[in-house]
């Protein structure tokens, strides 16, 4: 490593308010990633049905759908560490009343999407805070490395939170619960302790004001580019609502097992972000995009036909590697591109594209998987993503020659 490296890296370590926040979103993503495992096993002992599997990703989905544009507007113009707490403090509140409800036999197919839309209500503040807070924590210089070293945070929580979830699970459902509580109380706390330079946006509370960012976004090609690229890719190729069908149906496992499956993406992108930390990509940044989703695309259809539980876990680590190459350089885009009086409006545009990818992309998988199987569900996935990467060469000229991160002025 170079000593200018060495010394940006030390300048960001430096950043207090940067790793208290840093801890926070570990402890908070650790949790998350626990709930889900969690959820999605219990659900699938519950009902034996990929519909229902894909029901919990599109009751994440709507009310994230409806709320995020209007929650981008507030988290400009309040304060954003106050908000995050409340998002972690109201998730360790549902993971308590997941307590309750599992040890007096209440839990039912209806109580987990209820909570599951209470989920979605809550993250879609928790997205575009945790976007907009960042770049109020480093200078710009740093920028593109702290967006890289909080994705390693967060791979970490990613591998962590589903493997300690697939463990506790195999004790007691409830160990899982309690535990999430207790890390998202620990977000909360660590939140609190993070102290920025608060400058609320002047804009008026009406409609052309929340739709500012998605105004912004339809006319910045290269962000409406790394943005739609990344929603159709995660939205086609994702298979994360399939892994219960496909760790007990098809690998023969338990559920230790989905937990290593779940685990195995977040694998790969950490192993990706602690490359980028360390040498980010500073030319072609539009054409690495690209490729990173077509390999995507590859792995996922890679993993859509394996049988053995080694080469799925290499296929999906695969997946997250890729998937981290498209984060990084889509966050670092929009952060540096934006106005700091609209992060907020414009990362909350972006969590609509990134839920609809995610819980959308889990009921497209459960919808294709009640009628093709969960093997041809992810095959198709894997095929399309592909054609996607090919197709925005053409359709985003823009973000395919985009060169450097920065443009020079």
Same mark, same amino acid.
């Given at each position: +490593?170079?000593t200018?490296t060495?010394a940006r %890296?030390?300048?960001l370590l430096? @950043?207090?308010?940067f790793?208290r !926040?840093w801890l926070a979103?570990?402890s908070g993503?650790?949790? $998350? @990633?626990?709930?889900?495992?969690?959820?999605a096993?219990?659900?699938?002992?519950?009902?034996?049905?990929?519909?229902?599997?894909?029901?919990?990703? /599109?009751f994440?989905?709507?009310?994230?759908l409806?709320l &995020?544009?209007p929650?981008?507007?507030?988290?400009?113009k309040l304060?954003?560490?106050?908000?995050?707490a409340?998002?972690m403090?109201? @998730?360790?509140?549902?993971?308590?009343?997941l307590?309750?409800?599992?040890?007096a036999?209440?839990v039912?197919?209806?109580?987990? /999407?209820?909570?599951?839309?209470i989920?979605?209500m809550?993250?879609?503040?928790?997205m575009?805070?945790?976007?907009? %807070? &960042?770049?109020h924590?480093?200078?710009?210089?740093?920028l593109?490395?702290?967006?890289?070293?909080?994705? &390693?945070?967060?791979?970490?929580a990613?591998?962590?939170?589903p493997?300690?979830g697939g463990?506790l699970?195999?004790?007691?459902? $409830?160990?899982v619960y309690a535990?999430?509580?207790?890390?998202?109380?620990?977000?909360f706390?660590?939140?609190?302790t993070?102290?920025?330079?608060?400058? *609320?946006?002047?804009a008026?509370?009406?409609?052309?004001?929340?739709?500012a960012?998605?105004? !912004?976004?339809?006319?910045?090609k290269?962000?409406?580019?790394?943005?739609a690229?990344?929603l159709?890719?995660v939205?086609?190729?994702?298979?994360?609502?399939?892994? *219960?069908i496909?760790?007990?149906?098809?690998l023969? &496992?338990g559920? #230790?097992g989905?937990?290593?499956?779940?685990s195995?993406?977040?694998v790969?992108?950490?192993? +990706?972000?602690?490359v980028?930390?360390?040498?980010p990509? #500073?030319r072609?940044v539009?054409r690495?995009?690209l490729?990173a989703?077509?390999?995507?695309?590859?792995?996922?259809?890679? !993993?859509?036909?394996?049988t053995?539980m080694?080469?799925?876990?290499?296929?999906l680590?695969?997946?997250?590697a890729a998937d981290?190459?498209?984060?990084?350089t889509?966050?670092?885009?929009l952060?540096? #591109?934006? *106005?700091?009086?609209?992060?907020?409006?414009v990362?909350a545009?972006?969590?609509?594209f990134?839920?609809a990818?995610?819980?959308l992309?889990?009921?497209?998988?459960?919808a294709?998987?009640?009628m093709w199987?969960p093997v041809g569900?992810?095959v !198709?996935?894997?095929?399309?993503?592909v054609?996607?990467?090919l197709?925005?060469i053409?359709?985003f000229p823009?973000?395919?020659n985009r060169d450097? +991160?920065?443009?020079?002025?």
């Amino acid at each position: +490593m170079s000593t200018d490296t060495q010394a940006r %890296l030390q300048d960001l370590l430096a @950043q207090k308010p940067f790793l208290r !926040f840093w801890l926070a979103r570990v402890s908070g993503i650790l949790a $998350n @990633q626990m709930l889900s495992v969690a959820l999605a096993w219990h659900m699938y002992e519950i009902t034996g049905s990929a519909w229902d599997l894909g029901l919990v990703g /599109l009751f994440q989905f709507v009310p994230a759908l409806i709320l &995020t544009l209007p929650a981008g507007h507030i988290v400009d113009k309040l304060n954003k560490v106050h908000i995050y707490a409340a998002c972690m403090l109201i @998730q360790a509140a549902v993971a308590c009343l997941l307590v309750w409800g599992t040890q007096a036999d209440a839990v039912t197919r209806e109580w987990v /999407l209820f909570v599951s839309a209470i989920l979605g209500m809550v993250r879609s503040f928790q997205m575009p805070t945790q976007q907009a %807070l &960042t770049p109020h924590l480093v200078p710009p210089n740093l920028l593109q490395r702290a967006v890289a070293l909080s994705s &390693t945070g967060v791979q970490t929580a990613v591998i962590s939170g589903p493997a300690l979830g697939g463990i506790l699970y195999a004790t007691h459902v $409830n160990a899982v619960y309690a535990i999430c509580a207790v890390f998202l109380l620990l977000a909360f706390f660590f939140t609190l302790t993070v102290r920025y330079d608060h400058k *609320p946006s002047r804009a008026a509370a009406d409609l052309k004001s929340v739709l500012a960012g998605a105004h !912004f976004v339809w006319h910045h090609k290269v962000l409406l580019g790394a943005i739609a690229l990344d929603l159709f890719a995660v939205l086609l190729g994702g298979a994360t609502a399939l892994l *219960p069908i496909f760790a007990k149906d098809i690998l023969h &496992t338990g559920p #230790e097992g989905l937990g290593i499956l779940r685990s195995s993406p977040a694998v790969g992108a950490l192993l +990706m972000a602690v490359v980028l930390t360390k040498w980010p990509i #500073e030319r072609k940044v539009g054409r690495w995009m690209l490729v990173a989703v077509a390999v995507f695309g590859i792995a996922n259809f890679a !993993f859509g036909l394996s049988t053995n539980m080694a080469l799925s876990i290499a296929a999906l680590m695969v997946t997250g590697a890729a998937d981290n190459v498209s984060v990084v350089t889509r966050i670092t885009l929009l952060q540096l #591109e934006t *106005p700091e009086d609209m992060r907020g409006r414009v990362a909350a545009v972006n969590s609509i594209f990134i839920g609809a990818s995610n819980q959308l992309g889990e009921f497209e998988s459960g919808a294709t998987a009640s009628m093709w199987g969960p093997v041809g569900s992810v095959v !198709f996935g894997g095929l399309a993503t592909v054609g996607v990467a090919l197709a925005a060469i053409k359709i985003f000229p823009d973000l395919a020659n985009r060169d450097k +991160m920065v443009l020079p002025k």
